[in-house]
């Protein structure tokens, strides 16, 4: 009898140590399956990676305020979630996709990023923000006026980019004779100023907003001398697993365009009609 219960006892010790230590096994499971949406609103802070690229979303040196395009939609959508700080982490560009699935403190990709195919297996992009094309800059005095002129000289682009694909495609096709990669907009623009290379292949936003603004020696082709072939649509980018946060942005810039929000913010960027996506069409899943 009382090795029965003995038995007994070790048994049932036995069963409340295994349950103890499937208990603490789950605890690390609940806390990462917990929604994204949730977590963010209970620490109220949204963090979003960027490359710190101006006009799209950078820290303003002289505010020291996280400002930009997609910074200003993506501050107001959060706004309107009741989520009032928002903070940027600044990632290289070509890393952004990366750091957005490794790193647990991003929240959100926000940088003047296309949608692509091949993006699109990495997150969950949101609905377009709007859309812009590429442009070719060149010095002020250049032989190069038209694409044909293209084909001596050495162009850049920046890493992770469209920008930078399509002037490898056009480097493979003899359009150009080759192509240096950059790790940011600033040195690209720097070597097309100082004549490192011929020509540079950026976002058309980016080229127009600087050179105007930092009265750059430097030229736009204008669309009488070159028509753009890589027109995109930019949007922001979360985890393919945070759905519940990329419907509630969605939501909201849904709203921010029907209430002209997003125009409005293309508008201060100096940006017209030509640029926005309406609701319909800014919906890509």
Request: aromatic content about 8%; glycine content about 4%.
């Amino acid at each position: 009898m009382k090795i029965h219960k003995k038995l007994l006892f070790l048994v049932m010790l036995l069963m409340i140590i295994i349950q103890l230590i499937f208990c603490g096994a789950n605890i690390p499971n609940n806390k990462v399956s917990k929604d994204r949406l949730e977590i963010i609103k209970e620490k109220g802070v949204l963090v979003v990676a960027s490359s710190n690229d101006i006009p799209f979303a950078y820290i303003d040196p002289k505010t020291k305020e996280f400002t930009g395009i997609d910074a200003e939609i993506i501050r107001e959508a959060a706004k309107r979630l009741g989520i009032n700080k928002v903070e940027m982490k600044q990632i290289p560009f070509s890393d952004l996709l990366k750091q957005l699935n490794t790193d647990d403190s991003i929240d959100i990709v926000a940088d003047g990023m296309y949608v692509t195919d091949e993006r699109k297996k990495e997150a969950l992009f949101t609905n377009i923000l709007y859309k812009e094309s590429e442009a070719i800059i060149t010095p002020k005095v250049s032989k190069i006026v038209f694409k044909e002129d293209l084909k001596n000289a050495v162009v850049g682009a920046q890493l992770g980019t469209a920008f930078l694909d399509l002037a490898q495609k056009w480097k493979t096709e003899g359009i150009v004779k080759d192509v240096v990669p950059f790790k940011n907009q600033n040195h690209l623009l720097s070597a097309v100023s100082t004549k490192k290379i011929d020509a540079a292949i950026t976002d058309s936003i980016f080229a127009s907003y600087m050179i105007f603004r930092n009265n750059l020696y430097l030229r736009v082709l204008p669309p009488t001398d070159y028509t753009p072939e890589s027109a995109g649509k930019i949007a922001a980018a979360v985890r393919k697993n945070d759905i519940t946060l990329a419907n509630a942005i969605n939501e909201k810039i849904d709203e921010m365009k029907y209430d002209k929000t997003i125009p409005g913010i293309l508008e201060k960027y100096g940006l017209n009609s030509n640029y926005f996506v309406s609701v319909t069409d800014g919906h890509i899943y």
